[in-house]
C-alpha cells in the first residue's frame, strides 16, 4: 500500500491512503478538540508535563495529533512527524502548527502501520488515542518497530476505573453511546496493561485522575514513559 508523507502546507492526495471521513461526527471530534483544547490541555497539564515535559530536539512521531493539542511540547530543532486519519482534523492541525512555528509532516493515514523505517524515530507520543484505535497491540507494535533501541514511548491516556466501582459502572453504561459520539472512544479500556505487554524494556507509569475535569466518564488517567 502507498503511504505518502505530507510536507506541511501541501495538499493531501486521495491516493489510497487511509483517511476517515465520518462526516457530521468526524467534524464535531476536530470542532470539539479544537473548542476544548485549552480546558483539555489544562485538566491534563500534570500528566502532559510528566510524559512529555522532557523531551530533547530529534524525529519525534505524534500518533492521531488531532488539532495538534500537544504542539507546544516539541521542542525547537525537532522533526515532527503527525499521524492523524481524521481530515477534518487537517485544517486545525496545520493551523496550530504554523502558529506555534512547528515544522510537521502529515501523515494522513492510521497509526497501525507507520511509513518510517526501523529504528528511526527517537520519540512516539500519544494522548487520548489507544482509547479509539482499533488495535491497540499492533499500533504499540509499531511504535516499538520505528523506535530506535532506547527510544521512548510517551502516553496520556484515560483508562477504564476498576469495574466494580461506580466510575467503572458509568464507564459502561455509557460505552456504546460515548463510543459513537467520540468516533470509537472506548471508556473502558485497559492501556496500562497493553503498555505493559507490549515489549519495552522499562515502562514507567503514572495513575492519576484527570482533577476537576467535567468529563467524569474519561477522567481515570495514566501517564508515563515506556523505554525501547
Ligand atoms: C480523542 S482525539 C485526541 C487528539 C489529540 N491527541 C489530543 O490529545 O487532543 C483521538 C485522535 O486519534 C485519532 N485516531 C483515531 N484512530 C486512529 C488511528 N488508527 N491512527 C492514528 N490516529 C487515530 C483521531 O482521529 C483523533 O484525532
Given amino acids: ?10 495538499r493531501l492526495p486521495d491516493d489510497g491512503v487511509r483517511t476517515f471521513d465520518h462526516g457530521r461526527r468526524g467534524r464535531f471530534n476536530a470542532w470539539f478538540f479544537t473548542a476544548f483544547d485549552r ?13 512529555f515535559g522532557d523531551l530533547t530536539p530529534g524525529t519525534i512521531v505524534e500518533i492521531g495529533a488531532g488539532v495538534g493539542a500537544n504542539f507546544g511540547y516539541v521542542p525547537e ?22 502558529q506555534r ?20 524515530v527517537d520519540d512516539v507520543l500519544c494522548s487520548l488515542v489507544l482509547c479509539t484505535v482499533s488495535d491497540p497491540d499492533a499500533v504499540l507494535a509499531e511504535a516499538r518497530r520505528v523506535l530506535r533501541p532506547g527510544g521512548r514511548f510517551r502516553f496520556v491516556e484515560h483508562v ?16 456504546r453511546p460515548w463510543s459513537w459520539v467520540y ?29 476537576h475535569s467535567c468529563f ?13
Avoid at 90 to 95: A, M, V
Fill in 1 to 10: 500500500m502507498m503511504t505518502t508523507i505530507h510536507p506541511i502546507d501541501q
Fill in 39 to 51: 480546558y483539555v490541555n489544562h485538566i491534563a497539564a500534570r500528566h502532559k508535563r510528566h510524559a
Fill in 77 to 98: 530543532g525537532s522533526r515532527l512527524i503527525a499521524i492523524e486519519p481524521n481530515v477534518a482534523m487537517h485544517d486545525g492541525l496545520l493551523r496550530r502548527a504554523r
Fill in 101 to 120: 512555528d512547528v515544522a510537521i509532516e502529515l501523515v494522513a493515514d492510521d497509526a497501525h502501520v507507520l511509513p518510517l523505517a526501523d529504528d528511526s
Fill in 160 to 175: 477504564a476505573a476498576p469495574a466494580w466501582s461506580p466510575r467503572g459502572w458509568l464507564q459502561l453504561v455509557l460505552r
Fill in 183 to 211: 468516533e470509537g472512544c472506548d471508556t473502558c479500556r485497559d492501556t496500562a496493561s497493553t503498555v505493559e505487554r507490549a515489549g519495552f524494556t522499562r515502562v514507567e507509569l503514572e495513575r492519576r485522575r484527570f482533577r
Fill in 216 to 228: 467524569v466518564p474519561v477522567n481515570t488517567a495514566i501517564a508515563g514513559v515506556a523505554t525501547n
